[in-house]
């Protein structure tokens, strides 16, 4: 018989003289490579004894016998338990349980990358590879605009109250509106123009502030990947671009005041603690949201070829 179970017990009595048990005893998942024999468990009305064994790897079948006390070992009703063992569900179904959702995180994002950028990656490349990117300076300012607008909108958002939980998110660290804003003063330094904001970034603004109101788990899900991926990927291709037009220059927007993985440290354990508090149907929501996140990432990236 089918049964579906989410990290607890399920039973099925088959007994008229008892309808439903309010004394079994509580049971942790049992382990495929233990064996298992006869037990006998006592309450004050009666008495239960059940032995156990393996159906296949992930279900274990216990079925016993309850008899009230005094009336010797009559069977009375039989009742069968079916439990799937949760810790190993849990690790197949979602394989970042055991860093954290953060690791849940890091594992979707990481298969929506190109091979090309992470070996996990599972998405074709709807442009040239970056090592093959012929990027323009203005181009590139028009890439640092857009984003510097982006990290303004992140950072105004968790100073705010819209939210409690975003409180957890002001001063990690990884703020990057004020090393943007010294590279473009430096840009308008050497002569160059400072556009105004485009559309995909101006866009992601938008959209960002509108889901901070509405729907925490997804705009945090955009909290972590438009920051991680700026410490990942993001400086890869900085200095692929800084090689090729700006004679090496690393600018300030690939810089860290601290050290960058002890602050990256920080923000996982932040995040962690957050999730907890999500059902895993808000957890779901979260990881669903970060294709979207790509998405206007994406959109700020191809600027930079624009």
């Avoid at 394989?95 to 890091?106: I, L, S, T």
């Avoid at 559309?199 to 788990?217: I, V």
């Amino acid at each position: 018989m089918p049964v579906s179970v989410s990290q607890t017990f399920q039973l099925q009595m088959a007994s008229s003289s008892y309808p439903h048990v309010n004394e079994l005893p509580s049971m942790k998942p049992l382990s495929p490579q233990h064996s298992y024999g006869q037990t006998r468990l006592l309450s004050p009305t009666r008495q239960v004894s059940f032995s156990v064994s393996h159906t296949n790897h992930n279900i274990i079948a216990i079925s016993g016998k309850f008899a009230k006390s005094g009336q010797g070992r009559r069977a009375l009703g039989v009742v069968e338990v079916r439990a799937a063992a949760t810790a190993e569900k849990a690790k197949k179904h979602y394989p970042g349980k055991a860093g954290g959702f953060v690791e849940e995180m890091r594992n979707v994002a990481m298969r929506l990358h190109t091979r090309d950028v992470a070996k996990e990656g599972q998405k074709e490349p709807d442009v040239q590879p970056i090592g093959k990117w012929e990027p323009t300076v203005e181009g590139y300012l028009r890439f640092l605009v857009d984003s510097k607008l982006v990290y303004e909108t992140l950072e105004s958002i968790v100073q705010t109250e819209a939210h409690p939980v975003y409180a957890e998110f002001r001063n990690t660290g990884l703020e990057r509106t004020e090393k943007l804003a010294k590279d473009l003063e430096w840009f308008r330094q050497q002569g160059y123009s400072i556009p105004e904001p485009s559309s995909p970034g101006t866009s992601y603004a938008k959209y960002l502030q509108e889901l901070s109101e509405q729907d925490p788990p997804a705009f945090i899900c955009h909290f972590y990947n438009f920051y991680f991926a700026h410490t990942a990927g993001g400086r890869m291709i900085g200095k692929s671009v800084a090689e090729k037009i700006l004679d090496g220059k690393e600018l300030e927007f690939y810089k860290w005041d601290r050290n960058l993985k002890e602050l990256l440290n920080g923000v996982r354990e932040k995040l962690n603690k957050v999730a907890e508090s999500w059902s895993r149907e808000e957890k779901n929501h979260c990881l669903e949201e970060t294709e979207k996140s790509f998405e206007h990432s994406g959109k700020l990236l191809r600027l930079i070829i624009s």
